[in-house]
Every structure is written in structure tokens, then in C-alpha cells.
């Protein structure tokens, strides 16, 4: 079996997959923003500002991004960042809690960040405030640019470690995400993070499920945690829908919940997959395997086995691959003997530990 060419071209198609998904993003940011970046442009408080503050403030917003202190594949520094670390030099407290008001977001964020590592006790509360405001805002770092929205950017500087300490304190994490979940048609990624970290805590349930009612995919993935059968229609819906990203959000909440009303679905989608013949959803193919061993039961192992007897081509191999790394994060006896059949070398292995570190850490 060859594993190094599979691999090449799986980083291909991720590298690609990821500039569409940016770009399906930045349309989408847009679109959710426009109404907000048709306000004034004027600051009402320019005159609060000192002249030195406010020339800086101009530049920013004539570079129109934020960025890391290298950007691009050479790494050269950006004069933006130069125009960050004259803001951080300059600006007052007080004038960047005004710019926290600006209806620029490059320039909104930035003074928002300094405040934060700064560890102004108004931070907190500046973040309430802006928690719904959802204008989108470009940033660049390295040779990832993307597109966020102001809410997201402020509770990912505020949760962001520090090396000395973190700002936000375990009481204030707790009510951070209180208020994710409980602001009302709150738009937020950082919500649907939340969502599908959160531990089943009974006093989120209500809430969730409301989420869940509402087609929140995330949501179907945190109510999964609370093994309900009352619930299993929700992630059945996600595993019948033929778009296959919305499967693998169905495929997350099995892991959670594996049920045998689910598993009949997991049944039709693994047959599908195991006879097609190209175009893969690699992360969904990723959660299909992952959701298959975690029943733990001869029939699970049945269809491991069908897929490395069945299929053949290109489908074994990147199937073999997902089955292989199914395994190593979530062992278990019933499957004792899979991984020999599925016939790699050690450098094979090592190439495939090597490229799934991350999932495995």
C-alpha cells in the first residue's frame, strides 16, 4: 500500500478545503455585517483623543486589517504592526476605552486587546457590552488571513492564557459562558465552540435544547452528552441530511451517544462511503470511523472489517488510514487485531503518527 501519496494529497485537499472554507466565511461576514458598516464612520470623541493618538488611529484604518508581527510567506513585518505598538506606546487608558467605542472594528479590537493585556478591570464589561456586535473584521497572521467577527475577537482576547496569569477568573468564565448561551439570537463561533465543548451540567439543558429546536448543529451535539433517548431524533436528523457536513456534526454526537437507533443510519452512510469511489469528506470520514468504534460491540467491528475486505483503490487507503486513527485514540479489546490487518509498514506508521499528532495528543 502506498501511504506517502494519499497523504500529499490529503494536505492538497485540506490546504484547498481551507481556502474555501475562508472564503465561504468572508462572503458569509459580509453579508451579516452590511447593515452595520453602512453606519458613520465619524468618531464622536475624535476631539478626546491627543493629535498623536488620533494620526495613528488613521493609519490603522487605512491598513484595514489586523495583524500578526509577521505575515506572508516571508515573514516580513507589517506596518500595521508598527502602527499596533505605536497605539500600545501612546494611547492612554482612557483614550483606548473611547476607542473601544470606535465604529472601525480593526480599530475597536486593538484597543480592546490592549486593555485586556493591560488587565483594565473595564475590560469585562466592555465585552457585555459588545457581545452582539457582529461587524466583520479581517485579520492576517503568518500566511493565515481570515475573517471574524468583533464579538468573537474580544471573548478570544479575553480568554486568551497570558504568561503571567489569565485574565478572566473561573467565576467570570462561568458567567462568559452563561452569557453565550443564554443572549438571545446571539451570531457567534465562539458559541457553537462552547456548545460543543460543554460538560453536560442539568442547568444548561433547557437552554440547549432550545438551541437543538432551532437546528443549532452544535447544539444536537451537546445535548448528545446528556444520553437522552428523547434526544436521538435530533442527531438521527443530522445523520439523514445529504449534506455531508451536517452528517459529521451527527457523526460528533454518536461519539457522545451511541445508540442503536443511530446505528442503522451509521450502517447506510458506511456503505455509501466504502463504494465511493472519489470526492471524500475527509472530515467527515474522520468522525464516521470515530463514531463506529465508539459502540464497542461485534457489530462495529464487523464494519471495520467489511471496509478493509469490501473496499479497494483509493477508498481503502484513506478509509484504512481513518480506521487506523479511530483506533489509536479510542483502543479497546473488541478490536484487538484490526490495525495488523490493515497491513502497514513501520514507516508507514510513523508517517501516520507524524501526521495525526494533533488528533492523538
Not at 501519496?5 to 458569509?28: D, E, G, Q, W
Not at 439543558?205 to 446528556?226: Q, T
Not at 457489530?299 to 478509509?319: A, F, M, P, V
Request: aromatic letters at 10%.
Amino acid at each position: 500500500m502506498c501511504l506517502n501519496t494519499p497523504l500529499i494529497i490529503h494536505k492538497t485537499i485540506a490546504h484547498n478545503m481551507r481556502k474555501t472554507s475562508v472564503l465561504i466565511s468572508i462572503i458569509f461576514l459580509i453579508l451579516c455585517s452590511c447593515s452595520q458598516e453602512k453606519k458613520e464612520t465619524e468618531f464622536a470623541q475624535t476631539n478626546e483623543l491627543s493629535q498623536k493618538t488620533q494620526d495613528i488611529v488613521s493609519d490603522l484604518i487605512e491598513y484595514g486589517e489586523i495583524t500578526g508581527s509577521a505575515v506572508g510567506y516571508s515573514g516580513g513585518k507589517p506596518k500595521q504592526w508598527d502602527n499596533f505598538t505605536d497605539l500600545k506606546k501612546n494611547a492612554t487608558d482612557q483614550e483606548l476605552l473611547l476607542l473601544t467605542e470606535h465604529p472601525n472594528p480593526v480599530v475597536k479590537c486593538y484597543a480592546f486587546d490592549l486593555l485586556v493585556k493591560k488587565r483594565n478591570k473595564s475590560s469585562f464589561n466592555i465585552l457585555k457590552k459588545n457581545l452582539k456586535d457582529t461587524t466583520s473584521v479581517s485579520t492576517q497572521y503568518g500566511c493565515i488571513g481570515s475573517m471574524t467577527r468583533v464579538n468573537d475577537y474580544f471573548i478570544e482576547s479575553i480568554s486568551r492564557p497570558y504568561p503571567d496569569n489569565e485574565y478572566l477568573t473561573k467565576s467570570d468564565k462561568k458567567t462568559l459562558d452563561s452569557l453565550i448561551l443564554f443572549t438571545p439570537d446571539l451570531i457567534s463561533d465562539n458559541k457553537n465552540r462552547l456548545l460543543e465543548r460543554i460538560e453536560p451540567n442539568e442547568k444548561y439543558y433547557d437552554r440547549i435544547r432550545e438551541l437543538a429546536l432551532k437546528e443549532n448543529n452544535s447544539a444536537i451535539i451537546a445535548i448528545s452528552k446528556y444520553h437522552r433517548e428523547s434526544d436521538i431524533d435530533f442527531i438521527n436528523q443530522l445523520l439523514e441530511d445529504t449534506n455531508k457536513n451536517i452528517q459529521r456534526n451527527g457523526l460528533k454526537a454518536v461519539k457522545n451517544f451511541p445508540n442503536e437507533d443511530s446505528f442503522k443510519r451509521i450502517i447506510e452512510i458506511h456503505s455509501r462511503e466504502i463504494n465511493n469511489s472519489g470526492g471524500y469528506n475527509y472530515s467527515m470520514l474522520r468522525e464516521l470511523y470515530q463514531g463506529i468504534v465508539s459502540y464497542k460491540d461485534i457489530k462495529s467491528r464487523q464494519l471495520l472489517e467489511k471496509t478493509i475486505n469490501e473496499s479497494d483503490g483509493s477508498t481503502k487507503e484513506y478509509h484504512s488510514e481513518f480506521i487506523w486513527l479511530a483506533l489509536k485514540k479510542y483502543p479497546n479489546e473488541i478490536y484487538n487485531g484490526i490495525i495488523d490487518k490493515l497491513n502497514y509498514t513501520k514507516d508507514e506508521i510513523a508517517g501516520l503518527e507524524s501526521e495525526w499528532s494533533w488528533q492523538l495528543e
